[in-house]
């Protein structure tokens, strides 16, 4: 079983900036669509970046500008770096390995204002 384990996570205030790491071990890393998703309490786990083998992403319109996903497959990590942080990105912040079916156990960002 492949378990991401996220890191980077921790307190910023408004207009800050924070990378996140999620480190998968596994040869299907590099096969893989890597997701980071998010959730604040009482809302729903959204999609908030995600990045294909290929290297084609997405990001979700409320992040667009400001947060960037990336993957080091040497490494079998993926990255999400968080510019210009709101108080409203203030979730816990999931690693997705897509290959693998599997979640990571989450690491907590808050911004405050």
């Known amino acids: 079983q492949v378990q991401p384990a996220e890191s980077g996570g921790g307190m910023v205030e408004a207009g800050g900036s924070l990378r996140l790491s999620c480190a998968a071990s596994g040869r299907i890393f590099s096969i893989s669509t890597m997701g980071w998703f998010r959730q604040a309490p009482g809302k729903q786990r959204e999609l908030v970046a995600s990045i294909t083998s290929g290297g084609t992403t997405y990001y979700a319109d409320s992040v667009k500008g400001r947060f960037t996903i990336s993957r080091d497959n040497a490494k079998s990590t993926v990255y999400l770096q968080m510019n210009s942080l709101k108080p409203e990105d203030t979730a816990v912040y999931y690693c997705?390995?897509?290959?693998?079916?599997?979640w990571g156990q989450g690491t907590q960002v808050t911004v405050s204002s």
């Open positions: 997705r390995h897509y290959a693998a079916n599997s």
